[in-house]
């Protein structure tokens, strides 16, 4: 009996204590400023990144290389990590979260001050940057990407062209049209959702913007109803409604497969996919290597006009930062300046460069043929749309809700859809009102 | 079936073995020793599970008071908030109607495990072989089980392959649907955790004497007579505990669900939505309290089959 109390007290012991662990010290407001003389820099930094791939093939090896030729005495070491958002969430709990990194989308941007290191004032960084404000917190600057992405279709021009569309649809219905063309005229899936593989559904938030061709969507989105009667979710939800309804998809969308996607449209047994400029370059790769043409590979904007033209929201991808805790910090800023103007990272992924006036990739041709108005929306209110998007569950950028439009939209779900939005909107204005504003 | 539920089993098992009393009388300082050393053994394994156990457990009982996100500094004593929405929402309740497609499941399970342990116990040809053959689902990893039966299920994959090989042509997409996702699910777990519980029944079965059955024989029994009243007694406790580990496994199913469909389709469970509470839209705290109602529910549900079922010993003669 006595032994018994004896573990009792113990185990107790060890609850009481850990109960108190949870918060740490905060220091706040750190600056990383730019050094005036590249070869006194020095030190080891770490730098986290999501790209597996390249730090496996040592093409991050290549860029450090390149790096070392401007400043000699920083070595970089790389660490990439596969479920990128979920592990450095659990690391950001420490101190210990590398020198350089990309801003998990979890982190609150009021709370950036606290966990990165500023780069400058947006008034100064503006002038040279795109995206600033993404990361802009008190007048401050907190990060940088160094790519610009897309959201777009990726099609395949044999099989469209095949089909009899060769020009890019004006509206949803036009889209709708060009897919029953295919599926009738072609042996390819007009349309594939990669259902299984969850991201690529969350894509179709990026229609944001490219609707109305409004640089303040973002805020509309934070102020209004996404769901309400011509609004941009809506009308891009009300597209991969219908697809799906009239049965333009793949056969079982449950069991779909990404990377087998990818050689797959470069083959044209898929037509069309939903995703943004960052993925061509893998399209094209898998196209290589299934031996077709990666030429094949087409990129159109979302199919909706302003003015009689078309446009396309240029956005960041993930933004890189530099640890408030980071004991070198001039040699972390240093990696991120010359990996954003000089790695040439960009050009390597086709992707646009986040200088202001630097010339669009060569893929992107079409879209400079073809006059279509590129766009950077203000992100002031970015923070807020998360804030109403966790506080609501219904997740804009998460998979679930459209899971649930899909399965909506092939019977496999009962309900009515504008019921389905009259929920959404419902929900989302609901956690406006409390949140208030 | 929880992981965890079987190492703690092993960690008590471990104990109890160690700190076995040691017979005779002994002097002052010797004795003293003797109460000590158990203790010192124990040292590590206590460790691990107050690190590992109960800490995790403590912390999280802890932030299901508050409204952490996951990462920022700051968190708010909220009370009984997250607790209030938790039995106020019906929808965070609704998702246990998931569980009864895996609680069916268990049900056919457990006798499939009883009928094959029962044939094997027996002298039958290549028993060794189909006792390995019925394990052998146990040992492969979760993940790659996922990944190997979204080959099956797949449109033209190896079912409906199979399928046609008998003449029968489906059309039929096996996610596709909430109804038929749910039992394929259920039809997956059903193959990977049958061999545990049958290893359960064979090692419970073959503890029973030999004798038991000659005498049996002789009396005229056959093989449905020895079952029922040799077999089945002799394994009750057993079959009590597959119960208990098969209900609390059916509330908290994971692995399977979330990486075939990540809980699309309406196959999503009560640990996928905690899941996603707490890492998709950080609601951290709200995540711990659901993870806390969970395990009050096993509880409770392990108390009242226990009551239910009392524990009596086995008593074969």
């Known amino acids: ?437 | 079936m929880t992981d965890t539920t079987e190492k703690a089993a092993v960690k008590a098992a471990a104990g109890a073995a160690l700190a076995a009393p040691a017979p005779a009388p002994a002097p002052r300082r010797a004795r003293v020793w003797r109460g000590v050393t158990p203790w010192l053994f124990l040292i590590a394994p206590l460790a691990l599970l107050i690190t590992f156990t109960y800490a995790p457990i403590a912390n999280m009982i802890a932030y299901s008071f508050t409204d952490w996100d996951g990462v920022s500094p700051e968190l708010r004593y909220t009370g009984a908030e997250n607790y209030t929405e938790i039995f106020t929402r019906e929808d965070l309740f609704r998702v246990f109607f998931v569980s009864g497609y895996y609680l069916a499941a268990s049900a056919v399970q457990i006798v499939a495990a009883l009928y094959f342990a029962t044939i094997l116990s027996f002298n039958v040809r290549f028993r060794n072989f189909f006792k390995g053959v019925l394990f052998f689902p146990y040992l492969i990893n979760g993940v790659a089980i996922g990944f190997v039966f979204l080959y099956f299920f797949q449109d033209g994959g190896t079912l409906d392959s199979v399928l046609s090989l008998f003449g029968y042509h489906t059309d039929h997409a096996w996610l596709g649907t909430p109804v038929s996702a749910n039992t394929s699910l259920a039809g997956v777990s059903i193959w990977r955790y049958m061999g545990l519980n049958f290893v359960l029944f064979l090692g419970a079965i073959q503890s029973i004497p030999g004798e038991l059955y000659e005498a049996a024989e002789l009396d005229g029994a056959n093989r449905w007579h020895q079952f029922r009243y040799i077999i089945a007694p002799g394994i009750k406790p057993v079959l009590t505990l597959t119960v208990i580990l098969s209900i609390s496994g059916s509330l908290s199913v994971f692995e399977v669900p979330y990486i075939m469909t990540g809980g699309a389709t309406g196959t999503e469970t009560f640990v996928i939505q905690t899941l996603n509470l707490a890492f998709r839209f950080n609601k951290t705290g709200l995540a711990s309290a659901a993870a806390v109602v969970l395990l009050l529910i096993i509880l409770v549900v392990t108390w009242v089959q226990r009551r239910l079922v009392p524990d009596d010993k086995v008593d074969l003669t």
């Not at chain 1, 599926?183 to 229609?207: E, G, I, M, R």
């Not at chain 1, 159109?300 to 408030?324: E, I, T």
């Not at chain 1, 001039?330 to 010359?338: E, K, L, N, S």
């Open chain 1, 1 to 437: 009996m006595n032994r018994r109390r004896t573990v009792l007290a113990l185990a107790t012991g060890a609850l009481m204590l850990s109960a108190c662990t949870g918060t740490g010290g905060t220091s706040k407001g750190a600056d990383a400023k730019a050094a005036d003389d590249p070869s006194k820099v020095s030190g080891t930094i770490k730098v986290l990144t999501q790209r597996t791939d390249l730090v496996a093939d040592g093409t991050m090896k290549k860029y450090a290389a390149e790096f070392n030729k401007t400043y000699p005495k920083v070595k970089v070491e790389f660490e990439a990590l596969t479920n990128y958002e979920t592990e450095v969430k659990i690391r950001m709990n420490t101190e210990n979260y590398g020198d350089v990194l990309l801003i998990p989308a979890v982190i609150k941007k009021d709370d950036y001050p606290r966990f990165f290191a500023s780069l400058g004032t947006e008034a100064e960084r503006s002038k040279k940057y795109l995206f600033t404000d993404y990361t802009t917190v008190d007048g401050k600057v907190y990060g940088q990407s160094p790519i610009g992405v897309i959201p777009g279709f990726l099609y395949n021009k044999k099989v469209w062209e095949e089909a009899g569309v060769t020009q890019w649809p004006t509206t949803p219905a036009e889209f709708i049209t060009a897919l029953k063309a295919i599926k009738s005229k072609t042996d390819a899936v007009p349309y594939y959702t990669n259902f299984a593989a969850q991201w690529p559904l969350s894509q179709w938030t990026s229609v944001n913007g490219s609707v109305s061709c409004d640089t303040q969507a973002t805020a509309k989105l934070a102020e209004g109803d996404p769901w309400a009667e011509g609004a941009d979710l809506r009308v891009g939800d009300q597209l991969l409604h219908d697809i799906v309804h009239e049965k333009l998809i793949e056969k079982d969308p449950t069991t779909t497969n990404w990377e087998e996607s990818k050689p797959r449209l470069a083959k044209g047994e898929l037509a069309t996919q939903w995703l943004g400029t960052w993925a061509i370059i893998q399209f094209q790769d898998a196209a290589r290597k299934a031996g077709v043409n990666p030429g094949d590979i087409g990129f159109m904007p979302f199919p909706a006009q302003k003015d009689g033209k078309f446009c396309a929201v240029v956005g960041p991808d993930y933004n890189q930062a530099v640890n408030v805790h980071s004991k070198n910090k001039p040699a972390a800023r240093a990696w991120i300046d010359w990996f954003t103007e000089k790695s040439g990272y960009d050009k390597d992924n086709l992707a646009i460069s986040p200088l202001k006036g630097a010339p669009l990739p060569e893929v992107l041709k079409p879209y400079e043929d073809k006059g279509v108005k590129l766009l950077e929306i203000d992100d002031a209110q970015g923070a807020r749309v998360k804030q109403i998007d966790n506080q609501s569950e219904i997740g804009i950028y998460a998979p679930e809700y459209r899971q649930n439009l899909v399965d909506l939209a092939r019977g496999a779900k009962k309900g009515d859809l504008d019921d389905f939005f009259a929920d959404l909107s419902k929900r989302w204005t609901e956690t406006q009102a409390t949140l208030g504003s």
